[in-house]
């Protein structure tokens, strides 16, 4: 017997746990200011997690799914991304779409259950939250598969957590780009967890990037909980596509230290050490560690930030209570281009008796 083909799988990781350095840096790093406003941006993400939740236990929002962990990754896929590429996200993306320029007081409509804020002016060509499942990476291979055709050097990146990776959507969605070599990048976020399902039930595989072999196409594990290595891995893969080197699945590793969502107890199914160990590896503290020790970063800076962050999340939480609920009429929205036939007839009954309710109200 011969060994007809062989694989590895790559794992990047510049910042250890404690924030020393397990690696060179790669030339973006090596002026250790410049990395600065990413540090900001997770922990103005983390603000506003916890304020969402805070809604949430106070009835001023609905369920909300928290981001608490994954700053890294979706800070490091925010600055990795051109404004004109095209974002899939899941429905754990806030953080993304913050970088993305989409206001974050969009994410408390979404979650108070407005679907005006599932709609990105400031970014109108990334996509919504998706909460089935999946469904979002063989939209992904579609408009990657467009901006194939239309030659433009754009990529469409997806994120999909690890839970999404057992859905046929994954693989159909990677078979398609790797046989078309199309400008696209899945991110799956290894967070541990499905709900209660965790990583080693969920999948025999050794990794989740080792899926995309079947596919033909290029995989690679980052730390998630590691700026840098985020920022290096998907850039990579994202430049890659971009000059039609095709796609790439990155594994990112990270650990859901929240809840499913705030309709779930993880402690049902999880033990207290389990969360503590991974509090020790969690992403914020470790980027503050680094540029502390590097004098990047002051202790008089994180008062400030926490100060600025506190500003803006009240900023955020007063747009969302001063937008004025949706009416009605909204449920006709945001699902079709143009509305279908069949519709229009029920959006002149509701706006009849809209008017009738008001005129015997007047009477
Ligand atoms: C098609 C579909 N099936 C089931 C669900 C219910 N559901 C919501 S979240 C979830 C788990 C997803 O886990 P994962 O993909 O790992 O993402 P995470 O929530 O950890 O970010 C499931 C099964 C759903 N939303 N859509």
């Known amino acids: 017997m011969t060994v007809a083909a062989s694989f ?17 840096l790669p030339s973006f790093a090596s002026d250790p200011r410049a990395l600065v406003p990413d540090y900001r941006a997770m922990v103005f993400m983390r603000a506003l997690d916890a304020k969402a939740v805070a809604m949430q236990r106070t009835g001023q929002i609905g369920t909300y799914a928290s981001t608490l962990g994954k700053e890294a990754i979706d800070a490091g896929i925010g600055r990795v991304l051109h404004k004109e590429d095209v974002l899939l996200p899941s429905y754990r993306e806030s953080g993304v779409l913050m970088l993305r320029g989409v206001s974050p007081h969009r994410t408390l409509l979404y979650w108070g259950g407005d679907e005006r804020g599932n709609v990105f002016p400031e970014s109108p060509r990334d996509f919504p939250f998706n909460v089935p499942i999946g469904t979002q990476l063989p939209h992904a291979a579609g408009v990657a598969y467009a901006m194939k055709l239309r030659k433009e050097p754009r990529v469409a990146l997806v994120m999909c957590g690890d839970g999404a990776t057992s859905k046929g959507d994954f693989y159909e969605a ?8 199309l400008p696209l990048v899945i991110v799956a976020v290894n967070n541990h967890y499905a709900i209660s399902v965790p990583r080693h039930m969920q999948t025999k595989a050794q990794t989740i990037a080792q899926k995309a072999i079947a596919a033909g196409i290029d995989c690679e594990q980052v730390d998630g909980n590691d700026l840098i290595a985020v920022r290096d891995g998907v850039g990579r893969a994202v430049e890659k596509a971009r000059t039609g080197g095709g796609p790439t699945l990155v594994e990112a590793l990270t650990y859901r230290l929240s809840d499913h969502t705030t309709a779930d ?30 004098g990047a970063w002051a202790q008089e800076q994180e008062q400030a930030l926490a100060k600025d962050a506190a500003v803006h999340v ?16 909204q449920m006709f929205e945001h699902l079709y281009a143009s509305l279908p036939k069949q519709y229009i ?19």
């Open 265 to 294: 107890d993880a402690t049902r199914y999880r033990s207290a050490e389990e969360v503590a160990q991974h509090w020790k590896e969690e992403p914020i503290l470790r980027l503050r560690t680094w540029l502390h020790a590097k």
């Open 314 to 329: 009240q900023k955020m939480v007063q747009a969302y209570l001063e937008t004025p609920p949706p009416g009605p009429e």
């Open 345 to 363: 007839g029920q959006v002149t009954q509701l706006t009849e008796e809209a008017e009738s309710h008001v005129e015997h109200h007047a009477g």
């Open 174 to 181: 990677m078979n398609a780009a790797g046989v078309w070599q």
């Open 8 to 24: 590895e799988i790559r794992f990047t990781r510049y910042l250890l746990p404690d924030g020393r350095e397990a690696a060179d």
